[in-house]
């Protein structure tokens, strides 16, 4: 959430742009996106192959616009009046296609990651969003609690693929922690998976209480 919060302060952005496709189905938007976090995924795993790290750039540019579409689909909509459950839904199925189709690329690439350490990234990240949705579908608030939303895995996954190439073009490719040694790369799975699942956890707990002061009578004696 810590950057989640700061969605409205990007509207300077998206309302020239959503006003000029008003009459653009806000679901084609949301197609745009999922193909390019798909092509970004294969470009993130290509970058790991022998002379193709200079595609962590490109990978980085491609999460900023699938992001940028992300956002804009629900602008689209409710400026055009199109907003709806139906592309609610949608929107929410594509984003956690679009989380693995991204991070999985990192996750499955041995240059850049462990892959038991990428399986542990997934698992935080999609457990973090099911948490939060999970809790409006049962009839409690709506949750981006936690230090790792949505908008914070897009800065994330911008920032640490120009990190490592740059990095790697002074011969920082790598660097040992504790007697290991780790990509930067890793350092954002480790991120993902460490505080990914934390805040699934966060938002559990906090999910619980909620339905414990929405519904007392189910507490027990």
Known sequence: MVLDSKRASVDFALTPVAKRLINVNPNMISWAGLILAFACGFVFWLSGTDGNDWLLPVGALMVIVSGYFDALDGKVAKMSGKAGP??????????????????????????WCDPYLGMLALVGVLLTSYMGTQAQAIGAPRLYAGLLGRADRVVLSTL???????AMQFGYGTIDVAGFSITWMEIMMIWFAVVG??????????????????HPEEKKE
Do not use: S
């Open 197 to 214: 699942n934390l805040t699934a956890i966060q938002r559990a707990i906090i999910t619980w209480r909620n339905l414990e002061r929405m």
């Open 160 to 166: 640490f693929p120009l990190i490592q190439f740059v």
């Open 86 to 111: 139906k592309g609610d839904y949608l929107d929410h199925v594509f984003d956690r296609y679009a989380d693995v189709f991204m991070i999985g690329g990192v996750a499955f690439c041995a240059t």
